[in-house]
């Protein structure tokens, strides 16, 4: 039993190291256009109707950035967006999406700070920084107040109201009232 179980595990490896020869030779020498999910399931006539602003490339890439980024693991909460760097979406180290204007972390307590929770629509997913909710609630904010606003958008996919309670507590005890 133990060299029939010692050669099934040699098997294994064994195939997991063609397995892995094979991807690479085809991710590596075979470009095959990379079509982001939104695209293929609605096609892009439909999608230029919804972003009339943006050209073809423009919306996959927008797509691409939204749909393309992985989560990380988070205490508490088990996940939250990874930071992101890119030309429609990012996201900071501290877990927050920048928003237009984005103001600094940690917030300063003479301005006024909001932090705004929420699923994958506040987060603002096929849309870029500058139009999610947060921006727009910023923007809307300093036009009717006279102070300086900053809102930090929280705003997580499939989240839902424990895990921003949660996340609301942990901001709370690291010290960074809203």
């Not at 009339?52 to 990380?72: C, F, H, K, M």
Request: aromatic share 18%.
């Amino acid at each position: 039993i133990a060299i029939m179980f010692f050669n099934i595990c040699i098997f294994i490896f064994f195939i997991n190291i063609c397995l892995f020869v094979v991807f690479e030779i085809k991710d590596n020498f075979f470009n095959t256009p990379k079509i982001n999910p939104v695209a293929e399931k609605y096609n892009n006539p439909s999608l230029q109707q919804v972003y009339p602003q943006l050209s073809g490339e423009a919306i996959n890439s927008l797509l691409d950035e939204t749909w393309s980024r992985p989560y990380v693991y988070e205490t508490f909460t088990l996940f939250k967006e990874a930071p992101y760097n890119g030309h429609y979406v990012n996201v900071d180290k501290e877990g927050f999406r920048i928003t237009k204007n984005q103001g600094p972390w940690p917030p300063e307590i003479k301005n006024l700070n909001i932090f705004l929770f929420g699923g994958s629509t506040t987060f603002g997913y096929g849309l870029p920084d500058n139009q999610t909710i947060a921006s727009y609630l910023q923007e809307f904010m300093l036009n009717k107040l006279n102070q300086t606003v900053y809102v930090y958008n929280f705003g997580r996919g499939s989240y839902y109201s424990q895990q921003e309670r949660i996340l609301f507590e942990k901001l709370l005890i690291s010290d960074f009232i809203p």
